[in-house]
């Protein structure tokens, strides 16, 4: 662990099962559920998980970095999410924003 640097993100959820099978299908990501009410994924340098609860959009943006942009995008959309901003550049890279099912705003970037 890194000191003062993101380890963990919390996410809320009202349909964990939905939720799961979403970041599943478009990002691979792996879940080990917690009972009824929690499921965690790891990552290689942020791990986080999803409670039952109403999400609320806008509290934190979390940004995840993509290999290949137009491709993650793709995956994300086909996966169900809506695209909030789409690819747009800034100094050192480039990003999107997408809403997930439960309505949490998140974003990828690309330095390339």
């Known amino acids: 662990m890194k000191h003062e640097q993101i380890q963990y ?3 809320l959820s009202n349909n964990l099962p ?3 099978k979403f970041y599943q299908a478009s990002l691979g990501w ?3 559920d ?3 009410e929690y499921t ?3 990552g290689d340098f942020v791990d986080g998980g999803f409670a039952i609860g109403e999400p609320r959009a806008g509290s934190v943006l979390v940004v995840i970095y993509s290999e290949n942009l137009e491709d993650t ?3 994300l959309i086909k ?3 809506d695209i909030s901003k789409d690819i747009f550049s800034f100094p050192g890279g480039r990003r999107f924003h997408f809403v997930d099912l439960d309505g949490n705003e998140l974003a990828v970037w690309s330095d390339k």
């Open 34 to 36: 917690y009972g009824s």
């Open 40 to 42: 965690a994924f790891a």
């Open 9 to 11: 993100i919390e996410f």
């Open 79 to 81: 996966a169900g999410a």
């Open 30 to 32: 792996v879940f080990t």
């Open 73 to 75: 995008r793709n995956k």
């Open 18 to 20: 939905r939720i799961k």
